[in-house]
């Protein structure tokens, strides 16, 4: 008997991914460059399960049903690289290769062009939702040739997340489009942490709450409009006690965030389009600044801020603080869809950004509540080029200004630095600016450089003399 699907890489993601497949029906043939891994596997989480372990790439390859299906899940890069060279000598025209991992969409079009001149297929799939959803139901976005999605698109709809009856799950369209969208998927999670990091630090920092307070605080958030898995996690976290000091865990977690890369593509890629990101920009950074951890213990010892203390009533600053993350949230997500927007039509990726929002309201770590107004935003105007352009979104966040800026002001009396909700807040404000000083940027650059400039009263391209000589 062939496999139904072959999977390669049994790290927890693949060991789970294989374990959700094959309880969805379709059976698995696994490997991994470890001998000793694939053999774990099948003897414990696999046991009596219609998962073949396979200990050699001819092996496993000869194990698979034609077409063959074959997923890889391996570190991004030059792994990848290397695993497809394995592989293609192997395959035949009309095979299938998956990358599942967080590979950088450009060397996931690298990687179809080559393949498509042999006859194979091949899918770039984002896929969000860490162990558990890996398991239990993911978020999944596949981008490639539409006829190789249509190969795997029964294994893809069975094992992933569902909402309202239908899984999380779309063809998100040709090439890299898949990793694209995993991308910014990424990027607007950063943005995400780092706004509800700042929204406890204030509370910490500001009202000095305790964790059963924090997890009070959150609990009741999460029961409201900021109701998301991200908020819903942060309030269980800090139930958590330290066994081995008795002390809540997350006080004794060293204070520096690390990160894999994806954050940083996001960001060169706007930079790349010129698309404006400020809040996930400021979230990637203050991952940066996290980790001079060292150099800020000095700091802390000679830079001096503020001596004044929050004197106003904790009940007012928390609903202020539930309108500043929620409204911040709105520029966050209104920031990486406008990106998807213009990355649609740079790349011909044809993007259907309801679709993407729908698909990420079950399973993936961004998961909110309010991905379903945006789902059904885009739905109904296809091209709206940003969301704070939608009346019911606009109507949310101007509503929630008044808070919003008092806590951006609070934090700046305080010195508890919230570049996030800042970031947030000037690109709400630099949005709705009519006129921004732009102007002069281009009067310094024709002074300088001779650059030139446009005019409001007319047509053209204009360069003055500024210097009398």
């Known amino acids: 008997m062939k496999q139904d699907l072959g999977l390669i890489g049994l790290a927890v993601m693949g060991q789970n991914l294989a374990l959700n497949i094959e309880r969805n029906g379709f059976s698995v043939a696994v490997y991994n460059r470890t001998a000793s891994r694939t053999q774990e596997f099948a003897e414990k989480r696999a046991r009596s399960k219609n998962i073949l372990p396979t200990y050699s790439i001819e092996e496993f390859v000869h194990s698979l049903e034609t077409p063959r299906k074959v997923m890889i899940m391996v570190k991004a890069g030059e792994p990848v690289d290397a695993l497809i060279e394995q592989l293609k000598p192997r395959l ?3 095979d299938l290769i998956i990358d599942g991992g967080n590979s950088f969409f450009e060397e996931t079009e690298r990687r179809s062009k080559d393949l498509h001149g042999l006859g194979l297929l091949y899918i770039g799939m984002g896929i969000s939702g860490g162990e558990h959803g890996a398991l239990w139901g993911p978020s999944l976005m596949p981008g490639g040739q539409r006829e190789a999605y249509d190969i795997v698109e029964p294994i893809l709809a069975a094992i992933a997340a569902r909402v309202d009856g239908e899984p999380c799950v779309a063809y998100i369209g040709p090439g890299g489009a898949g990793h694209y969208v995993k991308m910014v998927h990424n990027g607007i999670e950063y943005g995400d942490m780092q706004l509800i990091c700042e929204a406890y630090d204030l509370l910490q920092r500001a009202l000095g709450f305790s964790v059963a307070e924090l997890h009070e605080v959150f609990t009741e958030w999460d029961r409201g409009e900021l109701s998301s898995y991200l908020i819903e996690i942060t309030a269980d976290i800090f139930t958590k006690i330290d066994e081995e000091m008795g002390k809540p865990l997350i006080d004794m977690i060293l204070d520096m965030a690390e990160q894999k890369g994806t954050g940083k593509w996001v960001l060169k890629n706007a930079l790349d389009l010129g698309v404006p ?10 991952r940066d600044l996290s980790t001079y951890k060292a150099e800020r213990v000095a700091a802390s010892q000679i ?4 001596s004044v203390q929050y004197q106003g009533n904790p009940r007012d600053f928390i609903e202020a603080l539930e309108a500043a993350l929620y409204a911040s ?4 997500y209104a920031q990486g ?3 998807l927007q213009i990355a649609s039509h740079e790349y011909n990726y044809a993007l259907r950004l309801g679709e993407i929002a729908r698909i990420w309201r079950g399973g993936c770590i961004i998961r909110a509540r309010l991905l379903d107004k945006i789902r059904l935003t885009f739905e109904r105007n296809p091209n709206l080029s940003n969301l704070l352009l939608n009346p019911e979104f606009a109507a949310g ?3 929630r200004q008044d808070g919003w800026r008092l806590v951006v002001r609070t934090a700046v009396d305080l010195g508890i630095p919230c570049p996030a909700m800042s970031a947030s807040l000037a690109y709400y404000d630099g949005y709705r600016s009519e006129r921004l000083p732009a102007n002069l940027i281009q009067a310094q650059r024709d002074y300088f450089g001779a650059h030139t400039y446009k005019r409001v009263d007319k047509e053209g391209v204009f360069h003055t003399e500024w210097q009398n000589k």
Do not use: D, N, Y
């Open 92 to 94: 035949q025209p009309g």
């Open 277 to 286: 990101i400020p809040t996930i920009s400021a979230a990637v950074e203050s």
């Open 303 to 306: 830079l001096l801020g503020p």
């Open 329 to 332: 949230k709105i520029c966050s």
């Open 337 to 339: 869809m406008a990106l």
């Open 397 to 399: 966040v101007q509503s």
